[in-house]
C-alpha cells in the first residue's frame, strides 16, 4: 500500500479546497471559495449541500430597495482513484434558488453543470524524512451545460441568477498541502475559462484562490480537524455577442472556518465563508454569506 505523506498509510490525506465552476455572484451556486474537495478524505463519494444569500439592488438611486436573493445547492460528488497517484473528481449538482421582486418571489430548480476534473499527485515527502511533509497536485478539467441557462435573466441584476452556464467550460488548478506533525496548511489556486453559450452570451473567466491552517486528532478510528483560513474570488466581465457587458466584473474576499470530522470509513464536514471584502457588479449585489455541509465515505 502507498504510504500517505500527510497521515497513517491508508487512512486519511488531506486535500486543499480546490475548485469553483461559475462566477463570484451566484450562478450554478457552488461558488469557487466552497471547493472541489474534502479536507480529510483523499478518496471518497458523498453528498454536498451548499446554501448562499446575497442581496441585490439595481443602484439607480440613493434608496433603490435591496431584494434577497438565495442559492441552494444538493451536490453529489467525490474523488475516485484510477492509478497511482491519478484520480478523477466529479461533482453533479441539483439547484433551488430564490429571489425577491418587486413583483413577489422568483424561482427556479433544476439539473445544474457537472464537473469532471482529472487530478494528478506531481509531488510527495514522506513524513519520516523531511521535516515538513508536502503533497501538490495538478489538475484539468471540463464543466458540461447540463444546467438550463434562461437568457431572460441577462437582464436581472444579478446575471448569476442561473441553473448554468450554458456553455463548455475549462478549469485547471494546483493544490498544495505542507503538513508539520498535527498542524498544516492547504492551498489552492485555480483557474476557470469560460466559452460563449448558444445564446450568445459568456460568462467572464474566474480566479479562484484559497488558504487554510488546520489541525488534526487521530484517535483509533475517529478523526477530527477543525479549519480557519481565507479563500477569493476573482470574476472578469460578462459578454454578450462579443460586447461587454457593464457592471458583472466582481471580486470577494472570504473568512472560512469549519470542521471535518471521521469515524471509520464515514466522515462528516461543515463550514462558514464570511466576507471580509467584496465590489460584486459595482456595488449592485452584496453576499452575505456561504454555508456548507458535507458527508462522505471514504473508498
Same mark, same amino acid.
Given at each position: 500500500?502507498?504510504?500517505?505523506?500527510?497521515?497513517?498509510?491508508?487512512?486519511?490525506?488531506?486535500?486543499?479546497?480546490?475548485? =469553483?465552476? !461559475?462566477?463570484?455572484?451566484? !450562478?450554478?451556486?457552488?461558488?469557487?471559495?466552497?471547493?472541489?474537495?474534502?479536507?480529510?478524505?483523499?478518496r471518497?463519494?458523498?453528498?454536498?449541500?451548499?446554501?448562499?444569500?446575497?442581496?441585490?439592488?439595481?443602484?439607480?438611486?440613493?434608496?433603490s430597495?435591496?431584494?434577497?436573493? $438565495?442559492?441552494? $445547492?444538493i451536490?453529489v460528488?467525490?474523488?475516485?482513484? #484510477?492509478f497511482?497517484?491519478?484520480?478523477?473528481? #466529479?461533482?453533479?449538482?441539483?439547484?433551488?434558488?430564490?429571489?425577491?421582486?418587486?413583483?413577489?418571489?422568483?424561482?427556479?430548480?433544476?439539473?445544474?453543470?457537472?464537473t469532471?476534473?482529472g487530478l494528478?499527485?506531481?509531488v510527495?515527502?514522506? *513524513?519520516? *524524512?523531511?521535516?515538513?511533509?508536502?503533497?501538490?497536485?495538478?489538475?484539468?478539467? #471540463?464543466?458540461?451545460p447540463?444546467?438550463t441557462?434562461?437568457?431572460?435573466?441577462?437582464g436581472?441584476?444579478?446575471?448569476?441568477?442561473? +441553473?448554468?452556464?450554458?456553455?463548455?467550460?475549462?478549469l485547471?488548478?494546483i493544490?498544495?498541502?505542507?503538513?508539520?506533525?498535527?498542524?498544516?496548511?492547504?492551498?489552492? %489556486?485555480?483557474?476557470?475559462?469560460?466559452?460563449?453559450?448558444?445564446?450568445?452570451y459568456?460568462? =467572464?473567466?474566474?480566479?479562484?484562490y484559497?488558504s *487554510? +491552517?488546520?489541525?488534526?486528532?487521530e484517535q483509533?478510528?475517529?478523526?477530527?480537524?477543525?479549519q480557519? =483560513?481565507?479563500?477569493?474570488?476573482? $470574476?472578469?466581465?460578462?459578454y454578450?455577442?462579443?460586447?461587454?457587458v457593464?457592471?458583472?466584473k466582481g471580486?470577494?474576499?472570504?473568512?472560512?472556518?469549519?470542521?471535518? *470530522?471521521a469515524?471509520?470509513?464515514?466522515s462528516?464536514?461543515?463550514?462558514?465563508?464570511?466576507?471580509?471584502?467584496?465590489?460584486?457588479?459595482?456595488?449592485? %449585489?452584496?453576499?452575505?454569506?456561504?454555508?456548507? #455541509?458535507?458527508?462522505?465515505? $471514504? +473508498?
Amino acid at each position: 500500500m502507498e504510504t500517505d505523506s500527510i497521515t497513517k498509510p491508508g487512512r486519511f490525506h488531506f486535500q486543499s479546497m480546490a475548485l =469553483g465552476k !461559475c462566477d463570484a455572484c451566484g !450562478c450554478s451556486a457552488s461558488g469557487g471559495s466552497m471547493g472541489f474537495g474534502s479536507f480529510l478524505t483523499s478518496r471518497f463519494v458523498g453528498v454536498r449541500y451548499i446554501y448562499q444569500q446575497y442581496s441585490s439592488s439595481d443602484g439607480l438611486y440613493a434608496n433603490s430597495p435591496w431584494y434577497k436573493e $438565495s442559492y441552494n $445547492s444538493i451536490q453529489v460528488w467525490g474523488r475516485i482513484p #484510477v492509478f497511482k497517484n491519478a484520480q478523477i473528481s #466529479v461533482l453533479a449538482p441539483y439547484h433551488f434558488n430564490s429571489r425577491d421582486t418587486e413583483t413577489g418571489s422568483h424561482s427556479i430548480q433544476g439539473i445544474g453543470d457537472i464537473t469532471v476534473l482529472g487530478l494528478y499527485k506531481v509531488v510527495q515527502t514522506k *513524513t519520516d *524524512t523531511t521535516f515538513f511533509a508536502h503533497t501538490v497536485q495538478l489538475g484539468a478539467g #471540463v464543466k458540461a451545460p447540463t444546467g438550463t441557462y434562461d437568457a431572460l435573466n441577462n437582464g436581472s441584476i444579478n446575471p448569476g441568477f442561473q +441553473l448554468g452556464t450554458g456553455s463548455w467550460d475549462y478549469l485547471f488548478l494546483i493544490e498544495h498541502t505542507v503538513k508539520r506533525k498535527k498542524f498544516g496548511l492547504g492551498s489552492m %489556486v485555480n483557474y476557470v475559462v469560460k466559452t460563449v453559450n448558444d445564446k450568445g452570451y459568456r460568462f =467572464g473567466n474566474q480566479f479562484n484562490y484559497a488558504s *487554510t +491552517l488546520f489541525w488534526l486528532h487521530e484517535q483509533n478510528d475517529f478523526s477530527f480537524s477543525p479549519q480557519l =483560513g481565507l479563500a477569493g474570488e476573482v $470574476s472578469a466581465s460578462n459578454y454578450q455577442y462579443g460586447q461587454e457587458v457593464e457592471k458583472t466584473k466582481g471580486n470577494i474576499l472570504f473568512g472560512r472556518i469549519g470542521f471535518e *470530522t471521521a469515524l471509520k470509513k464515514f466522515s462528516l464536514g461543515m463550514n462558514a465563508l464570511l466576507p471580509l471584502s467584496q465590489d460584486l457588479t459595482g456595488g449592485r %449585489v452584496d453576499a452575505k454569506f456561504r454555508l456548507g #455541509v458535507n458527508l462522505n465515505y $471514504s +473508498l
